[in-house]
């Protein structure tokens, strides 16, 4: 491959162009805009046609967000949210795989409380609400309560699937060849489950989220939740999409996150 | 006894295996009668024990709002509750009927619209470019953060908790359809075309059936999903059902029928998850003919 100071710099800057048109304007992405541009313009034309009563266009949400987003809660609700996640999302993480990971390893533990988390499973994290508002002594722990129960149930389940899931000529090879419990636990063990958890994370993520902001629109006092069911109740449309939209995006980044940290923790399964 | 079939019996015992069971009591008891199922019903009595302890004899703070255990069950399954709720009132099995009634309809709806659209994005290649982008856009919106919208947009109090029981369990329904029509090989298109098939025939007899595993776990995972959101949005906005119910007793602080609703939407939950698993069996026998 040629480097710029092998070849002129017009050659160069004439490549660059091409290959951005050839990475960035092909035709999916085209099609892609089109789309994009036709479902805001049939939403635009709904609105100005006066088929949508209540929903706004997306001129109007354009419009009325820089507003919305400058109060001075909106940062906070961001930040209160997020928090209420990550704290929940920790500790679900930390005790499924404190529980999850002795539960694969043994099968008369497994055999053991496996039932009684099946009982316990099947119930939503909503349906905990009433009783933990009750139970938890500030609304602050009922939300991380709740995150928390969303996410623990998809982590453990994952974890349990993914040590089961280990070919066990690995471990009969691994033992063959002299290993130890450590070597069996680090070098067998992590690598084979670590794929299902991730998962288990990305759809607990989800969850969460999804907890979090139901529990602030039924019992918070701040974050995006909260800030969405305060434009509902005060009837400002941009507001609730805005809220919407924000939720969204938090959600997006999050997952991300969790998979930016999967690729990082397992190099070996990129192509 | 013969000796060969006593062999048999002795090598089976050797490699760790049961002998078959001849009749139908030596199979409960070979199925049942295991330290597996012994463990697990201990656990669940532990488990009941240390609330029961923690309720009635040992009670730590915060733990009196937690009801006892065996006054719940009875008052469960007494004709006269002090709550009004119990297998014999009629509301009881009102607010059963009516989650139930939201949760198939919604699912029903998520699978109407939700099948045909994944297996749409599959088959045509210009159709997925330009829709694509649209669901992507839309899905990370939690379902229940549709709850204000739907409530302001649509009538009623039945529309909205529908609406945002389907947005949970619909782009889960696409993603997976889709995903379903994009892992069926590629050799199976062309041996379909090598034979003369028209589009329509390759999608019924091909993409369809190819797709069917997917679209059963999607369905699966959506019915989870369905009855999860179900409760946000009664908790929220509904006027029956379930999750009102339990708000209701919050309100009224009628702790035993938090828990009696809780166990309920549990139950009911799970049995939903295993009649889709049966019934996604039931039509895909093929496969497990695959696996042997």
Same mark, same amino acid.
């Given at each position: ?38 479902? &805001? ?5 709904? +609105?100005? #046609?006066?088929? =949508?009563?209540? %929903? /706004?266009?997306? *001129? ?53 409380? &496996? ?5 316990? +499973?099947? #119930?939503?994290? =909503?349906?905990? %609400? /009433?009783?933990? *508002? ?72 989800? *969850? ?15 974050g995006l939740g909260f800030m969405t069911w305060k434009s509902y109740m005060s009837h400002s449309m941009v507001g609730i999409l805005v809220g919407m939209l924000s939720i969204g995006m938090a959600g997006l980044i ?18 | ?195 003369g098939f028209n589009r329509w025939k390759i999608f019924t007899k091909v993409i369809v059936p190819g797709a069917l595993p997917f679209i059963f776990t999607g369905l699966q995972i959506a019915m ?69």
């Amino acid at each position: 491959m040629k480097t710029l100071y092998q070849t002129n710099l017009f050659q160069y800057l004439r490549e660059l162009i091409e290959s951005f048109f050839r990475n960035i304007l092909n035709r999916a992405m085209l099609e892609g805009c089109l789309g994009l541009l036709i479902f &805001f313009g049939t939403w635009q034309l709904a +609105r100005s #046609i006066g088929l =949508l009563i209540v %929903l /706004p266009g997306p *001129i109007e949400v354009i419009e009325g967000a820089p507003t919305v987003m400058a109060q001075s809660d909106y940062i906070l609700s961001w930040i209160n949210s997020a928090k209420r996640v990550f704290s929940g999302f920790v500790i679900a993480v930390i005790l499924a795989i404190g529980i999850g990971v002795p539960m694969g390893m043994s099968r008369k533990l497994k055999d053991f409380s &496996f039932p009684i988390l099946e009982v316990i +499973r099947p #119930i939503p994290p =909503l349906a905990w %609400l /009433p009783i933990s *508002i009750l139970f938890w002594p500030s609304s602050e722990m009922t939300m991380m309560f709740l995150t928390f129960l969303g996410a623990f149930f998809p982590i453990l389940i994952n974890i349990l699937a993914g040590i089961d899931s280990i070919d066990v000529r690995y471990i009969q090879a691994a033992l063959s060849l002299g290993a130890d419990k450590k070597a069996l636990f680090w070098k067998i063990l992590v690598p084979g489950a670590l794929p299902s958890l991730f998962t288990g994370l990305t759809i607990a993520i989800a *969850i969460t989220w999804e907890v979090v902001i139901a529990a602030e629109m039924a019992s918070g006092d701040n974050g995006l939740g909260f800030m969405t069911w305060k434009s509902y109740m005060s009837h400002s449309m941009v507001g609730i999409l805005v809220g919407m939209l924000s939720i969204g995006m938090a959600g997006l980044i999050s997952s991300q996150i969790v998979s930016i940290v999967g690729r990082k923790v397992m190099p070996w399964l990129k192509k | 006894m013969d000796k060969q079939s006593l062999y048999d019996t002795e090598l089976l015992k050797v490699a760790g295996w049961k002998p078959r069971a001849n009749n139908w009591y030596e199979w409960i008891i070979q199925k049942f009668f295991t330290w597996q199922v012994f463990r697990g019903l201990s656990g669940v009595a532990i488990f009941f024990l240390v609330w029961h302890f923690l309720t009635s004899l040992y009670i730590p703070p915060r733990f009196e709002f937690i009801p006892n255990p065996l006054y719940l069950f009875t008052q469960w399954i007494s004709p006269s509750p002090e709550n009004g709720i119990s297998i014999f009132s009629p509301v009881y099995y009102r607010h059963i009927f009516v989650s139930m009634a939201r949760v198939y309809a919604a699912f029903a709806l998520a699978t109407a619209l939700g099948v045909p659209l994944g297996l749409l994005l599959g088959w045509n290649k210009v159709f997925r470019n330009m829709v694509f982008p649209v669901v992507e856009l839309l899905r990370p919106i939690p379902p229940l953060a549709w709850v204000p919208l739907a409530v302001l947009m649509l009538y009623g109090i039945e529309m909205p908790v529908i609406f945002v029981t389907m947005m949970a369990g619909f782009f889960a329904t696409v993603l997976n359809s889709y995903l379903g029509v994009v892992s069926i090989d590629q050799t199976y298109f062309r041996a379909a075309a090598c034979l003369g098939f028209n589009r329509w025939k390759i999608f019924t007899k091909v993409i369809v059936p190819g797709a069917l595993p997917f679209i059963f776990t999607g369905l699966q995972i959506a019915m989870g999903v369905a009855w999860f959101s179900l409760v946000g949005g009664e908790i929220i906005a509904g006027k029956s059902g379930l999750g009102f119910l339990i708000f209701e007793a919050y309100q009224n602080i009628q702790l035993v029928n938090i828990f009696i609703a809780m166990i309920t939407l549990g139950s009911i939950g799970y049995l939903s998850s295993v009649l889709i698993r049966h019934l996604g069996n039931r039509l895909m026998i093929w496969q497990l003919k695959d696996r042997g």
